[in-house]
Nanobody, 113 residues
């Protein structure tokens, strides 16, 4: 079975950077990053070449298949980036958010102004 664990979150000032990691075990096919701000629904952040409009040109995701680790480099962070960040895995067309069924526990990101 697939298990995912995020790390790398923390508190940072506006304009700062963080790099999140997601360690995976088991067989993974599609992987992507999501986030959930307080009081809001979970939303797509990045996967394959698909980035949320709000993070384009600031966030970069990558995958080290040998280490089975997913990364999210976040630059020029804004207070509105605050939330819980999750990595997820699924099967099917990787650009479809609906295929993601396995989730990590999440890592907290707080951006202060």
């Amino acid at each position: 079975q697939v298990q995912l664990q995020e790390s790398g979150g923390g508190s940072v000032q506006s304009g700062g950077s963080l790099k999140l990691s997601c360690a995976a075990s088991g067989d993974t096919r599609c992987m992507a990053w999501f986030r959930q701000a307080p009081g809001k629904d979970r939303e797509w952040v990045a996967g394959r070449t698909h980035y949320a409009d709000s993070v384009v040109a600031r966030f970069t995701h990558s995958r080290d298949t040998a280490k089975k680790t997913l990364y999210l480099q976040m630059n020029s962070l804004k207070p509105e980036d605050t939330g819980t960040y999750y990595c997820a895995a699924g099967l099917g067309w990787c650009g479809n958010p609906r295929i993601y069924k396995v989730w990590g526990q999440g890592t907290q990101v707080t951006v202060s102004s």
